[in-house]
C-alpha cells in the first residue's frame, strides 16, 4: 500500500481502535461506584498517533458475540491489569498468583483469538501481552521473582519511575522496527510473564534476565504484537502508534485502497 492510499483513509476518518476496559471501583463528583475505565494515557497515545479509542468493557455479551464488536474496529490494544486466573491455561493457581478477574479475562481471550482470525491487528501491554499468550494456547508463570531471584521488573508498586530496564530484541522483529534497533530501555511493572509460547508466536523481545519482553506472529500473518512493557507511560514510545498505523493500513485495505 502506498503513502497516498494510507493517508486518503486517514483523511476520511481515523482509524478506531478498541481498547479492553476494566470493571473497577471508581469515584468522581458525588458518585462512588463501580465503572467501566481504561487510564487516560492508553487513549492520549491512541488519539497522537491519528486513532480513535473505542472503550469495550468487559462483558458475557462481548464474549457471545465478539464479531459484533471487532466489526466496528479496526484495531483492537489489550491493556495492562490484574494477574489472568490460571485456570485459563489450565494450571493450579500459586499462593503468589494476585487478585484475578475471570469476568474480563473471558472477553479478552476471545476478543484476541477472533481479531486474529479476522485480520485484525492486535497489541497486547503487560497482562495484555500474557492475553494474546493464553488466547494462542500459551501459559504463564506466576510469579517472576521465584524464578528469577530478584524483582526487578517491579521494584517500586504503582509507579513506573523506578522499573526502567533494558530489553534486547530479535534482529527484523516487528518490536526491533518500532523501536528503531535491538536494545531498548523500557517502563516495567509486572511480576508474571510468558512460560510456554503460544502457538503462531514468537519471542522477540527478552530482558537481561531471560525473561520474555515482547512476542509477536511467527508467520508473518496478521499484526500481533505483545509488550511485557508500559509504552503508554513513554512519550516517545512508538509502540501504540504502532497499532494505529497496522489498523488504518487494515482499513485502506477494507475500503478497496489495494
Do not use: K
Amino acid at each position: 500500500m502506498d503513502a497516498r492510499t494510507l493517508a486518503s483513509v486517514s483523511a476520511t476518518r481515523p482509524p478506531v481502535i478498541g481498547v479492553g476496559a476494566a470493571r473497577e471501583p471508581a469515584r468522581w463528583a458525588v458518585w462512588d461506584l463501580p465503572a467501566a475505565l481504561v487510564a487516560s494515557n492508553y487513549l492520549e497515545a491512541i488519539e497522537n498517533a491519528g486513532g480513535l479509542p473505542l472503550l469495550i468493557p468487559p462483558s458475557e455479551l462481548v464474549s457471545a458475540n465478539p464479531d459484533l464488536v471487532i466489526a466496528r474496529i479496526d484495531g483492537l490494544l489489550l491493556t495492562g491489569g490484574p494477574d489472568l486466573d490460571p485456570a485459563a491455561y489450565g494450571a493450579p493457581v500459586s499462593p503468589d498468583t494476585e487478585e484475578t478477574m475471570p469476568a474480563r479475562d473471558t472477553p479478552e481471550l476471545v476478543l484476541a483469538r477472533r481479531a486474529h482470525e479476522l485480520g485484525v491487528p492486535v497489541l497486547g501491554i503487560c497482562r495484555g501481552m500474557q492475553v494474546i499468550n493464553v488466547a494462542f494456547g500459551g501459559s504463564l508463570l506466576q510469579h517472576v521473582p521465584a524464578e528469577v531471584g530478584h524483582d526487578e521488573h517491579r521494584r517500586r508498586l504503582g509507579s513506573f519511575s523506578g522499573n526502567e530496564h533494558d530489553v534486547s530484541l530479535a534482529p527484523s522483529s516487528e518490536i526491533a522496527g518500532v523501536e528503531g534497533g535491538e536494545h531498548t530501555s523500557v517502563h516495567s511493572h509486572h511480576h508474571q510473564a510468558v512460560e510456554v509460547v503460544g502457538n503462531g508466536l514468537r519471542i522477540t523481545g527478552l530482558a537481561l534476565d531471560g525473561v520474555a519482553e515482547a512476542l509477536e506472529g511467527a508467520d508473518g500473518g496478521p499484526y500481533v504484537l505483545g509488550v511485557q512493557w508500559h509504552p503508554e507511560a513513554d512519550p516517545d514510545s512508538g509502540v501504540i502508534a504502532s497499532l494505529v498505523h497496522a489498523a488504518a493500513e487494515r482499513a485502506a485495505r477494507d475500503s478497496g485502497g489495494e
